[in-house]
């Protein structure tokens, strides 16, 4: 992909247009930014090494732009291009384009895959929409094909369709961003006029043209498709209208279909219950919008064998974030769902079904990529374990994932910004999992059942879904109010005012009954005897840390910033990590915050880091070796956190400390950008403490001289199970093994704690065990201080301790430590739980 740099003055001129554009397209562009110098009494200025620094970071031999404002940046650029070989200065092409207009047309037709010189001529042109609204006749350049010439093959039958347009305002910036990428996705000439407005036909792959049609609500267009996938080009693209571009302002269309008949009274549905609860909302209707693969002939079938390696690269990345955030949000227990869709992507034989259609049948990517996933879905359909069959959702969930990437369309939007009740056919695991269950307050669909993924996450997001719902329900428009009861499988649609009464009544002695369990949640976690021990929450975003005050959170225990480094192109820069932490930091409210530095490595690879194959990745270079090994990345870092700490509660922690000289030289590393920070006279918190996480066995040996160096150990039960017992928490064969509660599990958290309380040190844990009420009186009694899980198991943690007195967590405890297994331990505290 072509990728762009934006060279400003300002760094707040040049992060605003950043920022519009990642929306406009999504964040599917290569883009760096390198505006304004290091001087703040005047912050105003190009600098040549920041252009050349940003050219790097996007640099591909595809080709980069730069596009510049005045003066100075013009030299900047021209100065950075010195730095660069000869070979990367033929791909880095300067740009006249006007920066803000062009910096959007540029973007959207990089993000469709055009080349350098078509990414060049739209930014060159990207004042002809303004001008043209202006009545101001500029010329406009002609757009290149791939060849360098402008193409029609008149030899291909043309087809056509009027589309009337339903969106507010119309064609705005992101919709047309969306028709262009769209129709850029397809061979046939895609062309498009506005018959309302009477203007001339104009490219459909060039967001340029389509702005100047000056498209508006109810204006009617005619849109054309020349070539031999006219069809399918067309079915997108009035899929895209169908959808309103999956914007959630619905307007009520100018030409609507004919009317559902249920309005015309208050219709009672029934499906299947699968996660209880009440909900009352309007309905936000979710329409997949199946892929149309196209297949076809390759000649290069090492180019398409590249393409779906790359594809399942990507994938990995998304699953990796997406597995992180769900641990945060639903524990590791259920989030272990996208484990198994790893491993699907690192299946071997899989693999070698996709290459064997590519290289002995010439099949492209898509279409050899869908022909496994179809044989493999039937494969579990023909079953006869039920549960067994269900797994076909995970099969075509990671399959639309990888075709997506292959076909580079975006994720549906699935969050509204008001609370709804979202309806769709079916959810995969992934879909459910993006849910915010502030948002989403209920879930309907016609397929499913209760045994599945989706319906899993959805118990532990919280949210009430019925599946199994009658397909009329599909039929109801956006905004339609409905109820639906999770308990009994019910939906009512557009309850008459009395049912409402009834229905609302329900709905809230349901949301008291579940106020009355989570009484104690904001009370502080208090033994019968007094004792106190701290609740934290894990998250992984502002949201995360929201939802954690609402669920009792005292603060949080372990903030995952890799989440930061894992959703984008490119590393996150100071300003915008100092932008998260803040903000964080504001919600709180002067609760405690602990931040853990980058844990990414062979398991977590970051998308934009060239990081080695590891046969092991659990035992390669990942956390804090990483992090030493990369100053640049690391001291960014730190710098933001530093900065963060200035009139707030915030601590660090470093990850996968396994020897005294690691914590020594990160602290080092700290010492420098904090010596740094007091010469720049910028604040920060000189008290701010510094801990470690004891995940790794001989950090537990050398607990006692880490002790001397850190203000807290943090015990991370997930990492520490599977290197005490050595096996692998995501191979389905040993996995059991790793069990926190197993008795050598528990004599390491003894001795960890044991030496940081001899080193007069707080310590805490933020491991998933935490959640599993078994462990609670085992975890009191081995004396932490803290705990921190994920928000909605803090309720129940503390329910349980309040019902626990420390003479019996202690005494718990030791019987636990004499035991020799696992599942005698939990025996152990049920039979003490009971009789007590």
């Known amino acids: 992909m072509v990728g762009i740099i934006i060279v400003s003055h300002s760094f707040q001129l040049a992060q605003g247009i950043r920022d519009l554009v990642t929306q406009m397209v999504q964040g599917k562009v290569f883009l760096a930014v390198a505006a304004g110098i290091d001087d703040p009494d005047n912050p105003l200025g190009t600098d040549a090494m920041q252009v050349y620094e940003a050219i790097t970071s996007v640099y591909s031999d595809e080709g980069v732009i730069v596009l510049m404002d005045l003066g100075s940046a013009l030299m900047s650029a021209e100065m950075a291009l010195e730095f660069l070989t000869q070979e990367q200065r033929h791909n880095v092409h300067l740009c006249e384009a006007p920066l803000v207009e062009g910096t959007m047309a540029a973007a959207v037709a990089a993000a469709s895959g055009c080349n350098v010189e078509q990414v060049m001529a739209e930014a060159r042109g990207a004042l002809v929409a303004k001008a043209t609204q202006l009545g101001i006749v500029i010329s406009q350049p002609s757009l290149v094909t791939s060849e360098g010439e402008m193409t029609n093959d008149l030899s291909q039958v043309t087809h056509e369709i009027h589309i009337i347009v339903n969106n507010r305002l119309g064609l705005h910036a992101r919709p047309a961003s969306r028709f262009v990428a769209t129709a850029a996705r397809f061979q046939s000439q895609i062309k498009v006029k506005n018959l309302t407005k009477g203007t001339e036909a104009v490219r459909g792959d060039s967001i340029n043209q389509v702005a100047t049609l000056g498209v508006r ?85 090492e180019g398409e064998s590249q393409r779906v390696h790359i594809a399942f690269q990507k994938a990995q990345q998304e699953i990796q974030a997406l597995l ?125 059942s209760a045994t599945s993924h989706s319906a899993m996450i959805a118990r532990s997001l919280g949210i009430p879904e019925v599946v199994g719902v009658p397909n009329e329900i599909l039929q109801l428009a956006n905004g339609t109010l409905i109820a639906l009861d999770g308990e009994t499988g019910e939906v009512w649609i557009e309850p008459h005012p009395d049912i409402l009464a009834t229905l609302n009544a329900k709905r809230d002695a349901w949301q008291a009954a579940q106020k009355f369990v989570f009484a104690g949640t904001h009370e502080l976690a208090m033994t019968r005897d007094g004792q106190r021990i701290s609740v934290f929450a894990n998250i992984g975003s502002i949201s995360d840390a929201k939802l954690a005050l609402s669920c ?50 062979g398991d977590k690879p970051l998308p934009y880091f060239d990081m080695p194959s590891e046969t092991n990745p659990f035992l390669g270079w990942r956390g804090i070796r990483m992090c030493l090994a990369h100053p640049d990345i690391f001291k960014t870092q730190l710098r933001a956190i530093c900065r963060a700490s200035a009139g707030n509660q915030i601590k660090i922690m470093f990850p996968m400390i396994a020897t005294v000289e690691e914590v020594q030289a990160a602290k080092v590393f700290l010492m420098e950008v904090q010596a740094e920070l007091r010469q720049e006279n910028i604040p920060f918190d000189e008290a701010m403490e510094v801990g470690i996480m004891v995940e790794v066995p001989s950090a537990v040996t050398l607990a006692d001289r880490l002790a001397k160096e850190v203000d807290f150990f943090s015990i991370g039960t997930n990492d520490l199970s599977q290197y005490v017992m050595a096996c692998d928490r995501t191979n389905p064969r040993v996995a059991s093994l790793a069990d926190a509660l ?41 004396g932490l201080d803290e705990i921190s899980l994920n928000p909605q198991a803090i309720p129940a943690f503390k329910s349980r301790i309040v019902e626990l007195t420390v003479i019996e967590a202690k005494a718990i405890a030791t019987f636990a430590l004499q035991q020799d297994t696992a599942s005698q331990v939990r025996d152990l505290v049920t039979s003490s739980l009971r009789s007590s």
């Open 742 to 782: 197993h008795p050598a599990v528990l004599h390491m958290i003894q001795q960890t704690v044991q030496a940081a309380h001899k080193a007069d040190i707080w310590v805490g844990l933020c491991g998933e065990v935490a959640a599993d009420l078994d462990a609670v009186p085992i975890l009191l009694g081995l």
């Open 324 to 448: 992180s955030e769900a641990s945060t949000q639903i524990g590791d227990a259920e989030a272990a769902i996208f484990d198994a869709h790893l491993l699907f992507l690192e299946d071997p034989v899989l693999i070698e079904q996709v290459h064997q259609r590519i290289f002995t049948q010439h099949l492209n990517a898509e279409a050899a990529w869908q022909a496994v996933i179809d044989e493999l879905a039937n494969n579990y359909r023909r079953l006869e374990d039920s549960y067994l069959q269900e797994r076909v959702a995970d099969v075509i969930d990671v399959g639309q994932r990888v075709q997506r990437l292959l076909t580079g369309n975006e994720p549906s939007q699935l969050n509204s910004t008001e609370p709804v009740i979202l309806i769709a056919s079916e959810l995969t695991p992934s879909d459910t999992a993006r849910l915010n269950p502030t948002q989403v307050l209920g879930i309907c669909t016609t397929s499913g």
């Open 217 to 301: 609500q109810g204006h009617e267009l005619a849109i054309t498709a020349t070539g031999f996938d006219a069809n399918e080009a067309l079915a997108a693209l009035q899929a895209l209208f169908k959808s309103n571009f999956g914007e959630i302002e619905f307007a009520h269309p100018i030409a609507p279909d004919p009317p559902f008949s249920l309005s015309i009274s208050s219709s009672h549905l029934k499906g299947i219950p699968v996660s209880p609860g009440m909900a009352i909302a309007p309905v936000f209707l979710h329409h997949s919008t199946p892929l149309i693969i196209q297949q076809y002939h390759v000649d290069d079938v």
């Open 552 to 601: 009792g959170a005292e603060g949080v225990g372990l903030f995952r910033t890799e989440f930061l480094y894992l959703q984008q192109a490119n590393a996150p820069s100071e300003e915008e990590q100092l932008a998260v932490y803040q903000a964080i930091a504001q919600v709180l409210d002067q609760r405690p915050l602990i931040i853990r530095t980058l844990d990414v490595g």
